[in-house]
């Protein structure tokens, strides 16, 4: 009978917990397959070191009972050394079966991790904007943690462990006396009703504690990011009152979370456990007037009552624990929902070498915010052209090269890369045509010469020495204490903003792409840096094709041809030598720009 009902437990609880395509429970019931010899092994040595605590309250009762009452010398010896040494041993098995539980439950983690961050490197540019910063840190990091640490290590092993004790032991008490073993089984069905309310509950709180971490890790990345604003704008109590309510919101939900764990797993057991035991005082000792039992049975049954327990408790934890990792394992499945970029392109053709060539037709695009994006782009970029974009601010220059780099999908239109269309690409194939430095040019936390070869790990030094040389970095590089290998700070925010935009360029002709996008490379440098520079780019002419936003009119006045893109749109193109003469907004942007003091 209790077989049935523990098995019925375990059925009912599966169910509920791995319903739905719940990709993270995937990956645990894979992993957990996987390993079930070592998960095997551990219930193995759990049960071997409980052997001694399930003996115990035999011993005590032949201690009792027999070896006392008949002054057997030897029996009590023997008796008091097996009960001392049991537990002894345990310890060891003990430290064996940790190592073996953390092991399985860690490598679920793991696989969880790898997986997560696998997907969302590959997930697309938006939605990854989207996402909060220190969400992906908590999903990552302890999200991933618990349903390893907790469900696997803890309460699969524990729940088999456990249900297999209930077993033993009940089947020992039924033994002792059957009608004693009945009243106290009377617990389970009001246990079990627990279980599930206590599990409901429990998700609801964690969900709430998962929220709140991921607000607190977001808000700090971003005061940290930005210390340089609030101290400049003593900006510092009003992020410390911030800071205050958000450890408020923690403190409550975690002291609430406490409370709430406690009641269900241990408050309400306690009382069970109480009022079963009474009965069992006041119906056992009935036994033992009428000699249907002896004290020592009746020691022997209460003994093996907080184990018995215990144990029921622990196997109920499966459903409580259970429900309370799902809402880990919820967030999981979130951010692995998000769709992946394109991997594989239909018809993918060899790389060539050379300039790639690139063509907008008809392209526009929208940003989730309405009204935002471009218009009917059209243009081409033969291979080896250079190519300028100009026009105001806000205009939509950027999200031009964003679209090229395949970050985003045009709503109408196409984009064509060395004459095959984009969509007909892999995003790998797309971008290792590429090289672009961003408006934000961005550096690693390491080396100079990592920061340029990134992301490889093998450099060409005398190619090194060529693109430092492109990017007017051959002084920077040498007034060094440790030249190429000196290791820039978080973020390169070591260095001005000239230097770090110059080391970006450097990254980008290092790749050898046969297109190159630069996005204002030369809004941080000084006239005379600017001037070398725009020299360099235009003899990159003979192995790249060259797009290059600027404000500075001067660093496109090279161009082949000039975009001027405003409102989303191409409001004028041409040469830069007719566009300067004609009477539009380049003629008046080069008129402005020639007009400024000279410094
Ligand atoms: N991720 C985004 N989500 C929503 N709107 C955006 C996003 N990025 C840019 N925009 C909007 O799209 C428009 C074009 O932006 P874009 O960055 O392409 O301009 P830009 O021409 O490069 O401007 P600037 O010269 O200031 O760099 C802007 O009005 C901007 O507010
Ligand atoms: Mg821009």
Redesign the pocket.
């Known amino acids: 009978m209790v077989v049935v009902h523990l098995l019925d437990h375990e059925r009912m609880s599966m169910t509920t917990i791995s319903t739905g395509d719940s990709y993270s429970f995937g990956i645990v019931l894979r992993e957990v397959r996987g390993q079930w010899r070592t998960l095997a092994f551990v219930v193995f040595l759990m049960l071997l070191g409980t052997a001694s605590a399930l003996v115990t309250p035999l011993l005590l009762r032949e201690l009792i009972d027999r070896a006392i009452p008949n002054g057997d010398t030897a029996m009590i010896l023997a008796i008091v050394v097996a009960m001392t040494l049991l537990p002894v041993v345990d310890v060891g098995l003990g430290l064996v079966r940790n190592y073996a539980r953390a092991s399985v439950g860690e490598a679920v983690s793991r696989r969880l991790r790898t997986d997560l961050f696998n997907h969302l490197i590959h997930a697309r540019l938006?939605d990854i904007?989207r996402t909060r910063l220190g969400h992906i840190v908590t999903v990552l990091t302890r999200s991933c943690g618990r349903v390893g640490e907790m469900f696997v290590a803890q309460t699969v092993v524990q729940s088999i462990y456990h249900s297999m004790l209930v077993v033993v032991t009940a089947g020992i008490m039924f033994t002792l006396n059957w009608k004693l073993a009945l009243i106290t089984l009377l617990a389970f069905p009001l246990s079990y009703l627990l279980a599930h309310v206590a599990g409901s509950r429990e998700r609801r709180l964690y969900n709430e504690q998962t929220d709140i971490l991921s607000s607190g890790q977001s808000y700090i990345t971003e005061v940290f990011d930005n210390i340089k604003t609030v101290k400049s704008f003593t900006g510092e109590s009003r992020e410390m009152a911030w800071w205050e309510g958000w450890t408020r919101r923690n403190w409550r939900n975690k002291a609430r979370m406490t409370a709430h764990h406690d009641l269900f797993r241990f408050g309400f057991w306690v009382a069970i456990h109480n009022v079963v035991r009474g009965l069992i005082f006041g119906y056992g000792a009935f036994e033992v007037v009428n000699g249907r039992a002896t004290v020592g049975d009746l020691v022997a049954f209460l003994a093996y009552l907080p184990g018995l327990y215990e144990s029921a408790r622990r196997t109920l934890d499966f459903i409580t624990e259970g429900e309370a990792i799902k809402a880990s394992s919820d967030r999981i499945d979130e951010l692995m929902a998000l769709p992946k970029e394109k991997k594989s392109g239909a018809r993918e053709r060899v790389t060539k070498t050379g300039g790639s060539s690139v063509e907008f037709s008809n392209v526009s695009f929208r940003?989730?915010?309405e009204g935002?994006?471009?218009e009917d782009i059209s243009f081409r970029a033969n291979p080896g052209e250079f190519i300028g974009i100009v026009?105001?601010?806000?205009?939509?220059?950027?999200?031009?090269l964003?679209l090229a780099q395949g970050f985003y999908e045009p709503l109408q239109g196409c984009i064509l890369i060395d004459d095959q269309d984009m969509r007909d690409l892999s995003v790998r194939a797309v971008r290792s045509r590429i090289s672009a430095v961003p408006?934000d040019a961005w550096l690693w936390n390491d080396t100079v010469l990592a920061n340029i070869t990134y992301p490889e790990t093998q450099p060409d030094m005398a190619l090194i020495e060529q693109v430092v040389r492109e990017a007017q970095l051959v002084e920077f590089i040498e007034s060094l204490p440790s030249g190429l290998d000196e290791a820039l700070g978080p973020k390169g925010l070591d260095l001005s903003g000239g230097e770090r935009q110059r080391i970006a360029i450097a990254r980008a002709l290092y790749r050898k792409a046969g297109l190159v996008l630069l996005?204002?490379p030369t809004s941080a440098l000084d006239a005379r840096t600017e001037f070398h520079l725009t020299a360099a780019l235009d003899s990159l002419r003979q192995r790249s094709t060259l797009i290059v936003?600027a404000?500075r009119l001067k660093t496109v006045i090279n161009a082949d041809k000039i975009l001027v893109?405003d409102g989303?749109r191409i409001v004028e193109s041409g040469a830069p030598g007719e566009l300067k003469r004609g009477s539009g907004l380049f003629a008046m942007m080069y008129e402005m720009q020639s007009l400024e003091p000279q410094k």
């Open positions: 938006d904007e940003y989730a915010r935002f994006g471009i026009g105001p601010t806000g205009g939509g220059k950027s999200t031009v964003d408006q996005d204002e936003v404000h893109i989303g």
